[in-house]
């Protein structure tokens, strides 16, 4: 009964790659995030979605591409990676937009990229 | 020696007692703060929140006091348990403008049995 899930939980791969992570949350939320947490622990919002539609784009490189099929997916695509994406990855979901008062965001376990 | 910024602020704490984690906070205008918890592994989950126009809200074992005269929030957990060794975190957002949790830099509580 997992509310945010993420796959894969691990990934390891090269340089140039392209690689994807999927994130589903089954709490009926609307709106669904992509956060970055870096080696030192910086937790640092990526995009987020609304229905389906971009919110958020936080001056990522555009190898990053979210998609969202429906409101209840949120995958990340990252072309050509670099060494300088190695990072956890944390997808969140809550209810309405992000900058409501009260509008609790639950997040995922997170994914674990590492790039050789 | 290490270099600062390479680690995260440490607390070490008996367990039983009482701790107090810090956060200074950017923004005059945050409309609202959270404490997050990260356990080792884990996403990050919601503690305890404070609406700006509050300066003390109380949980169960938690307090989280703010004070924006000098944009500083700070976390009191009581009686310290094991399960309470994790990274804190504190976050801001604005409800106007970019609209955006921004997080803090991390707490590492540690409890000493």
């Known amino acids: 009964d997992t509310a945010v899930s993420q796959t894969p939980k691990y990934l390891v791969t090269q340089m140039g790659n392209d690689k994807s992570i999927k994130c589903e949350q089954n709490?009926?939320?609307?709106?669904m995030y992509w956060y970055k947490q870096d080696s030192k622990k910086f937790l640092k919002i990526m995009f987020s979605?609304?229905?389906?539609?971009?919110?958020i784009n936080e001056t990522v490189p555009n190898r990053f591409s979210p998609k969202s099929p429906d409101k209840a997916h949120l995958n990340l695509h990252i072309n050509s990676l670099e060494l300088g994406d190695s990072a956890v990855y944390f997808c969140?979901?809550?209810?309405?937009?992000?900058?409501?008062?009260?509008?609790?965001?639950?997040f995922g376990p997170g994914t674990r990229l590492t790039v050789l | 020696g290490e270099s600062v910024g390479l680690h995260l602020p440490t607390l070490s704490v008996q367990e039983g007692d009482n701790s107090i984690i810090n956060c200074a906070y950017s923004?005059?205008?945050?409309?609202?703060f959270i404490w997050y918890k990260q356990e080792s592994g884990k996403g990050p989950q919601f503690i305890i929140d404070?609406?700006?126009?509050?300066d003390k809200r109380q949980g169960q074992r938690v307090t989280v006091l703010l004070n924006k005269t000098v944009k500083h929030l700070s976390l009191q957990i009581a009686a310290t348990q094991p399960g309470d060794s994790a990274v804190y975190f504190c976050?801001?957002?604005?409800?106007?403008?970019?609209?955006?949790?921004?997080f803090g830099q991390g707490t590492r509580l540690t409890i000493n049995p």
């Open positions: 709490l009926g939320h609307d709106t």
């Open positions: 979605y609304n229905n389906k539609e971009l919110i």
């Open positions: 969140a979901s809550s209810h309405g937009l992000q900058g409501r008062l009260d509008n609790e965001q639950f």
């Open positions: 923004n005059s205008a945050s409309d609202y």
């Open positions: 404070i609406r700006s126009n509050m």
């Open positions: 976050a801001e957002i604005t409800v106007r403008g970019a609209q955006k949790l921004v």
